[in-house]
């Protein structure tokens, strides 16, 4: 899934020459959550999980930063955060039942 940033974010060592700056300006993200992506993330939080954790997930799942992730704009993490957890929870609730 591609969502473009409203901000773009921009890191790097040199603002005022442009040099050695990168620019996001959108992720892609992909839908399949795997263990892996969970690391670190408490079950309990897992329903509703904090701000901090739930950025966790989605840069995981953009393949993002933490300092991306944190330079987000308030609009954009609504956005971001809401797409990862949407999936997460998709795939809690996709109907397929498990066998042992």
Known sequence: ??????????IGSDHTK????????EFNMREKVVSGDLRGL??????????????VLAGRLCGQLDLVMQ???VRDTIEVV???L???ASGL???KTQSA
């Open 1 to 10: 899934m591609k969502i473009t940033l409203k901000d773009p974010v921009s």
């Open 18 to 25: 442009g040099d050695g700056i990168i620019n996001v300006s």
């Open 42 to 55: 408490k079950v309990s939080e897992l329903a509703d999980p904090p701000v901090e954790k739930a950025l």
């Open 71 to 73: 330079k987000l704009s």
């Open 82 to 84: 809401g797409a990862a």
């Open 86 to 88: 949407g999936f997460f």
């Open 93 to 95: 609730t996709d109907g």
